[in-house]
């Protein structure tokens, strides 16, 4: 399939790492050890993802400084408002700047219960929002077994795509439960293999148009000496990273992976 470029994404998912002051020091270091590398945001775009109780302080720093970051939330509620207790809307989300939402991921999943059709209505409110979500599938190393490589995540955006407002952007990241956080990354062939099946099914739910314009993220075990890897794959336009964002110098170098081709 011919493609239009994308321009590549890298994503660092906090998790429940970081407080607010701690978000502070980080993404202006961040910011410092990016533009010291004459780092080009237009050409390699990057967001991070702190708790939300991080956002606020994060957005103040952006929009003070003008730093070229993009951050987002780790999750927001299906709903806009109301009694629900604990939960984020996206017009809070909207309301800090948020320029995208991680949605569905594996954690998510298994800790709290979120199933796809969940993960839908969660697309669909942060597209009412105008926030572009970052819609997570992958499978657990059992499903591999028992399914193969690609059914289970293209089952998962099967679903999740039921929530998109048509002609909005959508990011989606694949990332095998089995490579998140167990060092065990899987090869830039495995990641190709999936990001290629659920372009496929982007193009069949959303159109050709849709499929070429839609970033495809790999996550899951992303290290500085294994980014370019996957970056040369076709169908991976970026990572979502987690452990190795909250390491300075690593994140910085995974942002930098251009640099790295020919170190393969
Ligand atoms: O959201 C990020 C993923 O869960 C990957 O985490 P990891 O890079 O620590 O394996």
């Not at 969660?122 to 997570?136: F, L, M």
Request: net charge negative.
């Amino acid at each position: 399939m011919a493609v239009a470029a994308r321009t590549p994404l890298i994503a660092g998912n906090w998790k429940m790492n970081l407080d607010h002051l701690q978000s502070i020091a980080f993404v202006q270091k961040l910011a410092w050890t990016l533009e010291d590398k004459k780092h080009d945001f237009s050409d390699v775009e990057v967001a991070v993802f702190p708790p939300f109780t991080d956002l606020r302080s994060v957005q103040t720093l952006v929009a003070g400084d003008k730093l070229p970051l993009k951050f987002g939330g780790q999750d927001l509620s299906a709903h806009d408002a109301g009694a629900y207790t604990g939960e984020i809307s996206g017009a809070f989300l909207a309301a800090l700047d948020s320029a995208y939402v991680i949605i569905g991921h594996s954690e998510r999943r298994q800790y709290h219960g979120e199933t796809d059709e969940l993960v839908a209505a969660k697309v669909a409110a942060a597209h009412r929002h105008g926030i572009v979500p970052i819609i997570c599938v992958g499978e657990t190393a059992e499903d591999l077994e028992q399914h193969g490589p690609s059914a289970v995540p293209v089952a998962q955006l099967r679903t999740a795509l039921e929530g998109v407002v048509a002609g909005k952007e959508i990011v989606v990241a694949y990332e095998p439960v089995w490579a998140i956080g167990s060092g065990q990354a899987a090869t830039s062939a495995q990641a190709q293999q999936v990001c290629e099946a659920l372009r496929a099914l982007i193009a069949e739910v959303l159109g050709d148009d849709a499929a070429a314009a839609t970033r495809i993220l790999y996550g899951g075990s992303v290290k500085a000496n294994n980014i370019a890897g996957f970056l040369k794959e076709p169908d991976v336009d970026g990572a979502l990273v987690g452990g190795a964002s909250l390491q300075l110098e690593e994140f910085a170098s995974i942002v930098r992976f251009k640099s790295h081709v020919g170190t393969l």
